[in-house]
C-alpha cells in the first residue's frame, strides 16, 4: 500500500466544492489509507508537496485546479527524481486544462480511485521558466507571455463567471485595454529571430483558459515543448483570431508562428507579464526583461 499525501485546496473553484470534497474523503477512506492536508494560502502546497515527499509519501494528490497542481508540482521538483513522489490529480478548478489536455479523466471519483490503483501511470515532462535575475519556477502546463498573461491577470477580476466564459471575457477586455507588443531578440534551440510580439504561449500541454486550444500539437511526453508565436495585429484582428484558438486552427494565420523547441531564450525592450499554468510569475513592477525556457523530460511519474 502506498503512503499518499492528499493535498487539496479549499479555494479552487472559487471555494465551490466543499459537498464534492466530503464525497471524495469517503471514498478515499474505503479505498486505503491517505492523510488530507488543506492549503492555508497561496504558495502553501509548495511547502506541503516537498515535505511531504521529504517524509516518505510514495504519491502525492493534488485536488484543486491548475494552480494548486502548479504549486505541488514546484514543491515535487525541488525532491531528487529517485525520491520524488509519484504525482496524483483529482481536477476540482474552474478551468482544468493540463487534465483535459493530458487525457486524463475529469470526472473527480473517478479520478480519487485512480489514485490507489497502478492502473494509470506514465511519465510526463515539466517547463520550467529563469529570469534574468536567476529566478526559476517549474510549470506543467502552459507559460504565457504578453497577451494571454494580460488576459490571466484580467480574469482574476471577474468572479461571477467560471471556465472558458470567464476568460472569453477577460481576453476582450484585454483586446480593449491591454495591447502592449514588446520587440524581443530571441533564441529558438539556438536559432535567432527578432520582432514584436503580441504573444508568446508556450504549451507542455494543449490548452489554457478553460479551452483555448493553443498549442494543439503539444504532447506531455515528447521531451519538447510547442510555441504559438503571435506578430502584432488589430484590435478586429485579434477578435477574429479568438474562435481560431479556442478550435486550436491559428496556426493557419500567417500572423502566428507555431512550432517546437527545447530551449527558448528571449530578452525583451519592456518588462514583460508572465504566468505559468494560471498562476503570475511578472508583472510590469517586477521588471522582467529576459527570461529562458526549458523542459525537463520525464519529470514527473503522473497517476490519474
Request: hydrophobic fraction near 40%.
Amino acid at each position: 500500500m502506498y503512503r499518499i499525501k492528499v493535498i487539496y485546496n479549499p479555494r479552487a473553484n472559487r471555494g465551490r466544492n466543499p459537498r464534492d470534497i466530503t464525497e471524495l474523503r469517503e471514498i478515499a477512506r474505503t479505498l486505503g489509507a491517505s492523510e488530507w492536508i488543506h492549503t492555508e494560502y497561496p504558495g502553501h502546497a509548495i511547502l506541503l508537496a516537498a515535505q511531504a515527499a521529504r517524509e516518505g509519501y510514495q504519491r502525492v494528490v493534488s485536488i484543486g485546479g491548475d494552480g494548486t497542481l502548479h504549486e505541488i508540482v514546484n514543491g515535487l521538483l525541488q525532491i531528487p527524481d529517485q525520491e520524488r513522489p509519484q504525482l496524483g490529480i483529482v481536477p476540482m478548478g474552474s478551468g482544468n486544462d493540463f487534465v483535459v489536455g493530458v487525457g486524463a479523466t475529469s470526472n473527480i471519483r473517478r479520478a480519487i480511485e485512480h489514485v490507489f490503483d497502478d492502473a494509470h501511470i506514465r511519465r510526463i515532462d515539466a517547463g520550467f521558466v529563469r529570469f534574468g535575475d536567476g529566478a526559476k519556477h517549474y510549470w506543467c502546463n502552459m507559460l504565457g507571455i504578453g497577451f494571454d498573461a494580460a488576459v490571466t491577470l484580467q480574469s482574476q477580476h471577474i468572479n461571477w463567471l467560471r471556465g472558458q466564459a470567464m476568460y472569453f471575457l477577460a481576453a476582450v477586455r484585454t483586446i480593449i485595454e491591454n495591447y502592449d507588443a514588446p520587440e524581443m531578440i530571441m533564441e529558438l534551440d539556438g536559432s535567432p529571430l527578432r520582432q514584436r510580439v503580441q504573444m508568446l504561449t508556450i504549451g507542455n500541454g494543449t490548452r489554457e483558459g478553460g479551452g483555448f486550444i493553443t498549442t494543439p500539437d503539444a504532447q506531455v511526453d515528447d521531451g519538447r515543448l510547442d510555441y504559438a508565436m503571435f506578430q502584432p495585429v488589430s484590435r478586429a484582428m485579434m477578435v477574429r483570431l479568438i474562435p481560431e484558438v479556442m478550435r486550436g486552427t491559428h496556426g493557419r494565420f500567417h500572423q502566428v508562428r507555431m512550432g517546437k523547441i527545447v530551449v527558448l531564450k528571449l530578452q525583451a525592450d519592456r518588462p514583460l507579464l508572465i504566468h505559468a499554468d494560471g498562476e503570475m510569475l511578472a508583472r510590469y513592477s517586477d521588471n522582467v526583461t529576459v527570461v529562458e525556457v526549458g523542459i525537463v523530460p520525464g519529470a514527473l511519474t503522473l497517476v490519474s
